[in-house]
């Protein structure tokens, strides 16, 4: 009785702050909950806390999971959870998740109590009320908040201001302050904390512009590819040691960006409060804000490469792709992954897909097939055949028939003799029949009392196969 007792007076407080900016920091918040407890005779034993997270899910708050993963638990060694107000419990978008995550608590013997709330968390019908109001201008406020927010950047970035995001290559950021010249940052997360700074985007390094302006050439090329492009920027160790490894998506990437023609889009997508991806937007809907940045290269320059790409947007047809094999094996004298994978036009998957192999490449080309990869194209051609037998299906009429052709053969049925009749196997019979002994029984035939023994412990072993 004197521990449960002791357990009555024991609380932990739960903080949460999603942003710094919040006028209830989390020490003012432990402030107001150890008030309340010094004025309920409350210990508090514990913090659990959720420092710069937001409250509109349970995904991220680690703190809060932790908790409630205790009292779930029945690990508890306290009976009363202090936070700070309504809010701080979360922000859900349906108020009924925050009622379930407290009637959790409140079934576990553990009373949730609002420190700074002008009820008493009691019960009583005016409390749930009050709770209910609380909870949904709590989801309301972050609705609100979520479309200010959006219109607020909507409208910067139609001023040309960038709003966050990664930077793309070749360019930095500045910080001003809005209508102002650019003032010195001392580290960006400082910068970003103070009120009306505003980012704007400037060139990088020369070296980095040039080699935008690069890319954007060797593309225009004839029969260039973002394969090519990305082999030819990999064999340049410069490039390669100071700038770090182009891959062909990041080459694409770069092509596509609008940015370096100065001009800033946003609004790409339309997302619900909570949402980390949302749905597309029309494209009239974007915000579009030109000779919003420095320029990196010509707007004709950026319309015929993407002229160029959508040309080689179409699908690829087996006739290009094997003119592109012929053209590999003449200017290197062989045909094999390696090389498609460094010369060819399309990537090693392209052609897979087309031709199924390279043995079936070379005999396409008549080129002599090697040992590896005669083994190769036989193993597959195996794997084939053994994947086409297992999907051919059957009717019961048909294994019926296989079972008793088996009967004869054998004297007797078993698994071993089902898997050494040729096809179907054991596990068709089990799959189509529910199980081996339904099987047996739709042929009439009597398994020996051997043969009971070990499909009783057999299905013992597999209760959900043998029924």
């Given amino acids: 009785m004197a521990k449960n007792q002791r357990r009555t007076q024991r609380a932990v407080q739960y903080v949460r702050m999603s942003t710094e900016r919040q006028d209830y920091s989390i020490d003012f918040q432990m402030a107001t909950n150890t008030a309340y407890a010094m004025e309920h005779g409350l210990e508090i034993v514990r913090t659990y806390e959720d420092a710069g997270i937001s409250g509109l899910s349970l995904e991220k708050r680690a703190g809060l999971k932790q908790l409630l993963a205790e009292v779930v638990a029945g690990e508890t060694d306290f ?35 609002y420190c700074a709330e002008p009820f008493e968390n009691d019960g009583s019908p005016t409390s749930a009320l009050l709770k209910h109001l609380k909870r949904a201008m709590a989801a309301e406020y972050s609705r609100d908040l979520s479309q200010k927010v959006s219109r607020a950047q909507r409208g910067l970035l139609a001023e040309g201001y960038w709003i966050g995001g990664k930077v793309p290559f070749g360019f930095r ?14 580290t960006d997360a400082l910068m970003r904390k103070q009120q009306g700074v505003r980012t704007r985007l400037v060139h990088g390094p020369d070296a980095e512009v040039s080699l935008v302006r690069r890319i954007f050439r060797m593309y225009l090329r004839s029969a260039a590819t973002f394969s090519t492009v990305s082999r030819a920027l990999a064999r340049d160790q410069g490039v390669r040691d100071s700038m770090g490894f182009w891959s062909p998506k990041r080459v694409a990437d770069t092509l596509r960006n609008e940015t370096y023609v100065g001009r800033l889009i946003g609004g790409r997508r339309i997302k619900g409060v909570g949402e980390p991806w949302g749905v597309p937007a029309p494209r009239e809907q974007w915000i579009v804000a030109e000779d919003a940045v420095p320029a990196i290269v010509s707007e004709a320059t950026f319309q015929s490469t993407r002229r160029k790409r959508l040309r080689r947007a179409g699908p690829i047809t087996r006739e290009a792709a094997l003119a592109d094999v012929r053209r590999v094996a003449v200017e290197h004298g062989d045909i094999s992954q390696r090389l498609l994978r460094l010369h060819g036009q399309y990537s090693a998957g392209v052609y897979g897909r087309i031709f199924g192999s390279i043995g079936q490449l070379r005999i396409l080309l008549n080129m002599p097939l090697p040992p590896r990869y005669a083994y190769l194209d036989a193993h597959l051609r195996a794997s084939n055949r053994k ?81």
């Fill in 173 to 186: 950021r500045v910080f001003t302050y809005r209508g102002g010249p650019a003032v010195p940052a001392v």
């Fill in 387 to 467: 994947r086409q037998d297992h999907c051919q299906t059957y009717t019961m009429d048909e294994l019926t028939a296989r079972l008793r052709s088996a009967l004869a053969e054998h004297g007797y049925l078993s698994e071993q003799v089902l898997n050494s009749h040729g096809k179907p196997g054991s596990s068709t019979y089990r799959r189509r029949f529910g199980s081996i002994p339904a099987a047996y029984k739709a042929i009439g035939y009597q398994p020996s009392e051997r043969q009971l023994r070990a499909m009783a412990s057999a299905a013992k072993r597999r209760p959900e196969t043998f029924r």
């Fill in 79 to 113: 009976a009363t959870i202090l936070v700070y107000d309504v809010s701080r419990w979360g922000r859900f978008q349906n108020p009924d998740q925050a009622a379930h995550y407290e009637f959790i608590c409140s079934e576990a013997g553990v009373r949730v109590a």
